[in-house]
T-cell receptor, first 117, second 111 residues
């Protein structure tokens, strides 16, 4: 149980285009989802926290107009990287919290590797 | 502020025990977690411990928590080459809903 999927697993795009990444909780309802960014050999950097049906809360330094987050249902959140540039190339990982379980554990998706040319 | 620190590398021989250490700063942490990340993959939850516990054992994994020193460790018994990965320590902060991650410890297992 507690599986989180992401789609696509990798994407290559041209500079200036927008890319949408989907995050789904497959077998549980996630009232809260998180989006992280991970640079090579570094830890996860929390970008934003989203609660179903409300606006996402962005971490300091993360541009909300650049990284659009939509959490329209209890099982789906999307991250859209708008007007992507090479510096946006990174590994993006989503996470969903299953509040019904002990530990309020976050379960992670497999990640999406974005390469902007 | 909230911070989680880990050593960056650990190298062990196959069959030996591995001990990965972590320190954190938020004394009001409620839960502490260990995650494993294999190359190119997301994070896999290995185990977690509630802050009022001092030990948790799950098969080859033993988690020790010293709340006074804000020190968490993960012991992997009989380490195998398949255990080679990055291990992240994380704390759920008491004051909010954030989970703060350490930088990760890269475990190398030599055959």
């Amino acid at each position: 149980g507690a599986v989180v999927s992401q789609h696509p697993s990798w994407v290559i795009c041209k500079s200036g285009t927008s890319v949408k990444i989907e995050c789904r909780s497959l077998d549980f309802q996630a009232t809260t989802m998180f989006w992280y960014r991970q640079f090579p050999k570094q830890s996860l950097m929390l970008m934003a926290t989203s609660n179903e049906g409300s606006k996402a809360t962005y971490e300091q330094g993360v541009e909300k107009d650049k990284f659009l987050i939509n959490h329209a249902s209890l099982t789906l959140s999307t991250l859209t990287v708008t007007s992507a540039h090479p510096e946006d190339s990174s590994f993006y990982i989503c996470s969903a919290r299953e509040s019904a379980t002990a530990g309020n554990t976050q379960y992670f998706g497999p990640g999406t590797r974005l390469t902007v040319l | 502020g909230e911070d989680v620190e880990q050593s960056l590398f650990l190298s062990v021989r196959e069959g030996d025990s591995s001990v990965i250490n972590c320190t954190y700063t938020d004394s009001s942490s409620t839960y502490l977690y260990w995650y494993k990340q294999e190359p190119g993959a997301g994070l896999q939850l290995l185990t977690y411990i509630f802050s009022n516990m001092d030990m948790k054992q799950d098969q080859r994994l033993t988690v020790l928590l010293n709340k006074k020193d804000k020190h968490l460790s993960l012991r992997i018994a009989d380490t195998q080459t398949g255990d080679s990965a990055i291990y992240f320590c994380a704390e759920r902060t008491g004051g909010g809903f954030k989970t703060i991650f350490g930088a990760g410890t890269r475990l190398f297992v030599k055959a």
